[in-house]
Structure formats: C-alpha cells, structure tokens
C-alpha cells in the first residue's frame, strides 16, 4: 500500500498526499522513504511548475510514528542514526525542491508535522487546528526538523514553542510565521487554489530562480546543521529519559516528570 500519494495535471500542478489517515499521517519508515523519493522525481520534472503538500483524514500530521521509534532502541547507535535519519532526507528533498511548494493544513500537526510545515513556501492551514513541538514530553527533542523550523521562524521565535511542547493554535501558528495564513475550513481549497494560481501566472523558469535566489540571501539549511542536528537526537536515543518517555506513552501512563 502507497502512503504517499501523488497526483499531476495538466497545469503543472503536482500534489503530494500523506495517505495514512488511520494513523493520523505519523511518519513511518515506509512512508518517509517514499516521502523522498516523490520529492526528488518531482524535483526533477520539468513540466511540474507548482507542488501542493497535503493530508488525508482528520489530521495533518501526528508527527514521526512511536512505534517505529520504540523499535529503535534495539538497534546499535550507527544503524539508529541512519534510521531516523529518515525524516531529515525526506524534509530535505521537498526543501530542496525547485518548485514553489504550497502547504494545505486540513487537520493537527505535532513534531514532524511541524518540520513538513516549514520546508513548505507557502503553508496555509485551518482555523481551529492544532499544532506543537511535543518532543521533549517524550524525552526526545526536535532535532531532525529543528534546522527546517528554525529556518522558518527564527531562534527568537522559535524559543517560543521548541522546548516546552505546549500545544497552540491557529493564530500563534501565523503570528510566529510556521503558516503564512489561517482560514475557515471550508474556505481551505479555495485558498489553497488562489495561492496555486498566483505562480501559475508567471514564467515557471523565474519563478524557480527567484526562489533559489531567495534561498541563497535568506541563508539556506546546511548539511552541517542536518547532520549536527541527526547527531543531537542520536545522543538523546541514548538517554534513560528518552526510553521512560516513550515507554510511558506506550504503557498509557503519565512519564516521571509530568
């Protein structure tokens, strides 16, 4: 089964779909693999002019999935790292796409959710839905999405929602930058559609080196701050905190230092 949808027309307009609705779209592997490898073929199409991001069911995304987490801590650090390693390459293939890459945020968004969020141009989502950084109640922390939200926000707001996984909505999602707008529910297509047509009307080849441009003077991501980013959460793995975490979500019970 495909978790990763994608749908062209003849417009140019590419979409990508999380299709795992029953899990609320938590990345997993499978899903995070595919995530990459439809980014980078549509980084590669030259007849795709504008890429849309969005999800199936309630919920944007629930973040990366918990049991793929806890089974990482039967592996060794090395083949640990490589795996959640994943959401990193993933993030950054659509961040390195070429195309102007629009958010739809039907539903809640939690942890990756938010780093699929900021790797978008344009992210327009629904008033009443939810978002958060809920790492450090696990005992983890945002560090594969961490240099993409950043990028996205700035450290001074960043600070605001990076350490302390509260839950906000809506409105502080605009007022802090992680969604450029908020919308009624049923206004949410239409938006999305306005916001399509608006590079549609340009030529595609200045549109792609106006965005690489911006890119270069706003300061881009670096491989660097990935891989320290990847190294930060892999030294985490190894903490007592990150294993009562995820084994008090999984045994329904409040961790040690709720």
Not at 144 to 157: D, F, Q, S, T
Not at 196 to 203: F, K, M, N, Q, Y
Not at 204 to 221: M, N, S
Request: hydrophobic share 50%; proline share 3%.
């Amino acid at each position: 089964m495909e978790l990763i949808g994608v749908s062209r027309d003849a417009r140019g307009v590419a979409e990508i779909s999380l299709r795992r609705a029953d899990k609320h779209n938590a990345l997993s592997a499978q899903m995070m693999t595919e995530l990459e490898a439809t980014a980078r073929s549509l980084a590669a199409d030259a007849e795709v002019k504008v890429v849309v991001l969005s999800a199936e069911g309630k919920s944007f995304c629930a973040g990366g999935d918990l049991a793929w987490m806890r089974a990482q801590f039967e592996m060794d650090r090395a083949t640990r790292r490589e795996e959640s390693s994943r959401i990193a390459k993933a993030l950054g293939a659509l961040y390195a796409l070429p195309q102007p890459l629009i958010g739809k945020v039907q539903g809640n968004a939690f942890g990756g959710g938010l780093g699929l969020i900021s790797v978008c141009d344009i992210a327009l989502a629904a008033e009443g839905v939810k978002f958060g950084l809920t790492e450090v109640k696990l005992g983890l922390i945002p560090a594969n999405i961490g240099p993409y939200v950043i990028a996205r926000l700035g450290a001074v707001k960043a600070q605001e929602i990076f350490m302390n996984g509260r839950i906000f909505g809506a409105a502080e999602a605009v007022a802090l930058g992680l969604v450029n707008r908020a919308v009624a529910p049923d206004d949410l297509d239409e938006a999305v559609a306005a916001e399509v047509a608006l590079p549609l009307a340009c030529a595609p080849g200045a549109v792609r080196d106006a965005k690489a441009l911006l890119r270069r003077l706003a300061g881009e991501v670096t491989d660097a701050e990935v891989e320290g980013a990847i190294d930060a959460l892999a030294d985490r793995w190894e903490t007592s905190e990150a294993q009562e975490g995820i084994a008090a979500f999984f045994d329904k019970r409040p961790a040690p230092w709720a």
